[in-house]
């Protein structure tokens, strides 16, 4: 990524320090003063992952600040302050704490770049933890919510999918687990082969439907744009099943946007520039005074 660029950190109230990197502007124009913080998915880390770049370059030369940034579940285990076992890394973390790590970015953007208006912009489970920070607590410096393909984290529906044998089984296993230690790693086959700690995996798809997207949308006041690969949605695994059904209808273009992105996959590995138009013209449209 060309041009001016810095990494940055930031501590959350209850400890954990994340980093990032900021981009910044290449040019002014229209965007000049919007701040865009990016919300990798599970496991992930800010600079692993090509799904920003293209939108990162055009949002820059628009005169926007760009934040890819670090969540408390990048990579599959990182270390904590007080050990591996702090809620770190995609085997240990509690979604519901990215609230915290909402916080912290926010504030550092409004220690470090003052008072600006902020659009989150979240990937895979980025975009479910992006919609759950800002439909859980009023913030009035969010402007927009980019959910680029979030899952529909919900039980009842994962329990009655195509893939439910193998959803039911994991579910089995972390819950006899986690009667005896919450933080004991498991091996499981669903949503795909990964290790991760009994706890984590009830929290993310157990019975306590926190983080069901079609539950929480009703409570964001923003604007908000869902994006799609064409790839995924034509032969969707059990979290992406209902997407068309159920989520395109609460999407009327007034302040909820759905677009699908031709030849895309989940990753958008041949939709990241198809990508940038859809989040640009969203910005334009509903963001931008």
């Known amino acids: 990524m060309s041009g001016n660029c810095e990494p940055v950190e930031t501590l959350t109230v209850d ?4 980093h990032g990197l900021r981009l910044m502007p290449t040019d002014s124009g229209p965007m000049s003063g919007l701040v865009v913080l990016t919300w990798h ?5 800010f600079y692993s992952t090509h799904l920003f770049r293209d939108a990162t370059t055009r949002l820059r030369q628009l005169g ?3 934040v890819w940034t670090n969540n408390r579940g990048h990579d599959g285990w990182s270390i904590g302050p007080t050990g591996p076992r702090k809620g770190c890394g995609a085997a240990f973390e509690c979604v519901a704490d990215c609230r915290l790590d909402a916080a912290a970015w926010e504030s550092w953007a409004e220690r470090h770049l003052g008072a600006r208006p902020i659009v989150h912009w979240g990937h895979s489970l980025g975009a ?3 919609i759950f920070a800002v439909a859980s607590e009023g913030r009035a410096a969010v402007r927009g919510v980019i959910a680029s393909s979030p899952p529909l984290l919900s039980f009842e529906r994962l329990r009655q999918g195509a893939q439910s044998s193998a959803f039911l089984a994991a579910i089995e296993l972390a819950t006899r687990t986690a009667e005896e230690d919450p933080e004991r790693l498991i091996k499981v086959t669903h949503p795909f082969p990964l290790w991760i700690a ?3 995996y009830l929290d993310k798809y157990g019975p306590g439907e926190r983080y069901d997207v079609l539950r929480l949308i009703d409570q964001i006041t923003s604007p908000l ?5 064409e790839l995924e949605l034509r032969q969707p695994t059990d979290a992406f099943a209902e997407v068309v059904s159920r989520l395109v209808p609460r999407c009327d273009d007034q302040q909820r946007r759905f677009r699908e992105v031709p030849r895309a996959n989940h990753f958008y590995a041949q939709g990241a520039n198809r990508l940038a138009d859809e989040v640009i013209e969203f910005l334009e449209a509903m963001v931008i005074d």
Do not use: E
């Open 128 to 130: 479910v933890k992006s």
């Open 41 to 45: 998915g599970v496991g992930g880390n």
């Open 198 to 200: 009994a706890g984590a």
């Open 225 to 229: 744009l869902f994006t799609y690969g």
């Open 15 to 18: 400890g954990i320090r994340l």
């Open 64 to 66: 926007a600040d760009v």
